[in-house]
């Protein structure tokens, strides 16, 4: 793969979940997102590489990390091409006293770097967190922690009506007696309006902000090994096909998922360490 090949790529994945939305489909969209999920840690541009090359994939590193785990990419296996960063050093100066032109910056250049999915190695088992089967456990424990880490109080309130949570800017108030996959999943998409939309002056129309908050409950839910709710569909196909704001929120979205799903997994590994 060439480096021009990668932003056709990411275009072509952002224009094919526009057009479903401008036919008021969203399961193309609610896929990308429970890969987000998977894929938190790398950018929007390299999520959309990995998920259109392989959409399948569900743990993805380079050969020689891939081989420090014990573990080897097998023979014939084609690499995902994403994009990686490569620092350029400046030019020397021409002067043996001076041996690099302070006057001139480094230069950042992209390249492609291959990675493979763990389904194209042999080896050793990798460890795996626990994963939830529709009970976030200690995961829902571990998002009130995030709310805590973060200066946002959680609380619960018998008035709030039909609402099951509401973000009232660095407090969240849940409705009692909630079930616990649903409280996290709530939790979850109050956060993201925390995160997300607590600036009045530059957040988006209230159509957007839910459709934003719903996509990261859905990925973070995604992540964890819950199975989203059927409410993400109502959200998330008002958005219409417009993939300028798409690309624009899903940016957000995947930098507010990121924040809570390294938050829960680092959590959860130093309490099994410390276990």
Do not use: C
């Amino acid at each position: 793969m060439k480096a021009e090949d990668t932003l056709t790529i990411i275009n072509n994945a952002l224009s094919g979940l526009a057009g479903e939305l401008a036919d008021g489909r969203s399961e193309q969209l609610r896929r990308y997102l429970a890969f987000m999920g998977r894929f938190h840690a790398y950018s929007i541009g390299n999520i959309m590489l990995i998920w259109s090359q392989r959409p399948n994939a569900t743990r993805v590193a380079g050969f020689r990390t891939w081989k420090s785990m014990g573990r080897q990419v097998r023979k014939g296996e084609k690499g995902i091409g994403i994009v990686a960063p490569m620092k350029l050093r400046a030019r020397a100066s021409e002067s043996p006293a001076d041996p690099r032109d302070e006057s001139k910056e480094d230069r950042v250049r992209f390249r492609v770097a291959h990675v493979f999915d763990i389904a194209q190695t042999d080896g050793d088992d990798v460890p795996e967190f626990a994963r939830v089967q529709g009970n976030p456990g200690s995961m829902l424990d571990g998002l009130k922690s995030f709310a805590a880490s973060r200066g946002i109080t959680v609380d619960t309130d018998d008035s709030l009506g039909t609402a099951l949570g509401v973000s009232r800017g660095g407090r969240i108030s849940l409705r009692p007696g909630l079930p616990p996959a649903e409280e996290f999943s709530t939790l979850a998409h109050e956060l993201a309006h925390e995160l997300l939309h607590r600036n009045a002056e530059a957040r988006p129309d209230k159509t957007v902000r839910e459709l934003e908050a719903e996509s990261v409950a859905y990925a973070v839910a995604s992540a964890v090994g819950l199975t989203p709710g059927t409410s993400s569909r109502d959200y998330i196909h008002l958005y219409r096909g417009d993939e300028e704001k798409l690309l624009e929120s899903l940016a957000g979205i995947r930098d507010a998922a990121h924040q809570i799903v390294s938050f829960l997994f680092t959590r959860e590994e130093t309490t099994q360490v410390a276990a």
